[in-house]
């Protein structure tokens, strides 16, 4: 890899920090007397603030930086997920491991699914004066931020309008049902 995969000005979504900016793409060394490696300088839109270094040459951390999805993407994503199911794993340990995974991969059907997976449970918890437990409440904020950042920003929207897009898209009645 060369590089030049991704151009400097251009958006990419790398791993669980979302949408990022590429800010530049140079030869560096960050210890005097190592060898210069190519890397991406990113920078998060929701913590600009922060910058990430990411070394062209490591396929592990090149492999979390994608480009963002397209409108059409998007929209078949919520259509072919319509009528799937995703199961409540009740071993808390396995569910967490599991959870960890689809997130670190990113927007994705089987996102959606958990997503919409840890929403139903938590209405269940609801109707029985339960709460979900945190773990699945990080999990379930941390994945709509992460779906919400994207389509935002690849549908021009803000993202407390993602939810009513999806909706929408999946013709389902317009109220508060987790995105």
């Not at 600009?48 to 490591?58: A, H, L, R």
């Not at 592990?60 to 259509?79: F, G, N, Q, V």
């Not at 773990?135 to 389509?151: G, P, S």
Request: charged share 35%; hydrophobic share 35%.
């Amino acid at each position: 890899m060369d590089g030049e995969r991704f151009e400097k000005g251009s958006y990419v979504v790398y791993g669980t920090n979302g949408i990022c900016t590429v800010e530049d793409v140079k030869l560096m060394s960050f210890a005097s007397g190592m060898e210069k490696n190519m890397y991406y300088i990113l920078k998060p839109l929701s913590n600009p603030s922060s910058t990430i270094f990411v070394p062209v040459k490591n396929e592990e951390l090149m492999s979390k930086m994608r480009d963002p999805m397209t409108k059409e993407e998007i929209d078949r994503l919520l259509m072919e997920m319509r009528d799937k199911e995703f199961e409540w794993e009740d071993d808390r340990r396995f569910r967490a491991e599991s959870f960890h995974d689809i997130l670190t991969r990113g927007v994705h059907q089987e996102m959606m699914m958990m997503i919409r997976c840890i929403y139903m449970r938590k209405q269940e918890l609801s109707e029985e004066g339960r709460k979900l437990a945190a773990t699945d409440t990080n999990t379930l904020k941390a994945a709509e931020k992460l779906v919400e950042e994207e389509f935002a920003h690849v549908l021009g929207i803000k993202p407390e309008e993602v939810g009513k897009y999806i909706r929408k898209t999946l013709n389902m009645p317009d109220e508060d049902t987790g995105l």
